[in-house]
């Protein structure tokens, strides 16, 4: 049976991510500071802890298969994770995992060539540090010379807990240009983002690349 890791495991689409995995066979360890947000389910194990503490993300990732990262990339103190992402890449290093991150929307390009998305007049500056802050993660991963399998997972740019959208067992995905419908809205529900997500968990089709999902 695929085990797999779920960092921020309580969180939109660390919880849509788990409940799609389980629903498919898949054992899944959720991790969240609080885990009583978490309701019981075959094949659903719950870890309590802190992911920013290296020693516990070595020890609850051992032997998954899939480590999966759905985390916020500026945390509500301020910190970031991209200076916190180490640990995730050594974990995956040392059992032999993919490692899989969701990533956010800003960072993909509104066209062939760019600019990407965060860097349109329309996008809200509310938005942009945390945006950036994603998009750093995925450019230090394709920097970097790990030997680690990863996949970074951009959704629409209209996702999230405010627009959950319904269920349609359908999306599209692309490589690093913004996806939108011919009305020009982009929009993904959550259930069908942690489709997408699970399909490459369980038919991997992107190694060390980034893919966005959209309608």
């Given amino acids: 049976m695929t085990s797999i890791v779920v960092f921020g495991g309580t969180g939109y689409a660390g919880s849509a991510i788990t409940r799609e995995a389980l629903s498919r066979g898949i054992a899944v360890t959720a991790v969240a500071r609080d885990t009583s947000k978490l309701e019981s389910a075959e094949g659903l194990t719950a870890a309590q802890g ?49 490692l899989g991150i969701v990533g956010g929307a800003g960072s993909m390009l509104v066209a ?57 067992g359908t999306y599209r995905s692309s490589d690093d240009v913004l996806l939108a419908d011919a009305d020009g809205n982009s929009d993904i529900s959550g259930e069908d983002f942690a489709i997408a997500f699970v399909d490459e968990i369980v038919t991997p089709a992107h190694h060390q690349a980034r893919f966005g999902v959209a309608y």
Avoid at 65 to 92: C, N, R, T, W, Y
Avoid at 140 to 161: C, I, K, M, N, Q
């Fill in 112 to 168: 062939e060539g760019g600019p990407a998305l965060y860097d349109t007049a329309e996008f809200p500056d509310a938005f942009k540090g945390e945006a950036k802050s994603h998009g750093q993660i995925l450019e230090a991963l394709r920097a970097g010379d790990t030997e680690v399998d990863w996949f970074y997972v951009s959704p629409a740019a209209a996702f999230g807990g405010y627009n959950p959208g319904e269920r349609r």
């Fill in 50 to 98: 802190d992911a920013f503490d290296a020693d516990f993300v070595a020890e609850v990732t051992k032997g998954a298969d899939v480590i999966v990262v759905a985390l916020h990339a500026v945390q509500a103190d301020g910190s970031e994770l991209k200076d916190k992402f180490q640990p995730f890449v050594d974990a995956a290093a040392a059992s032999g995992a993919r």
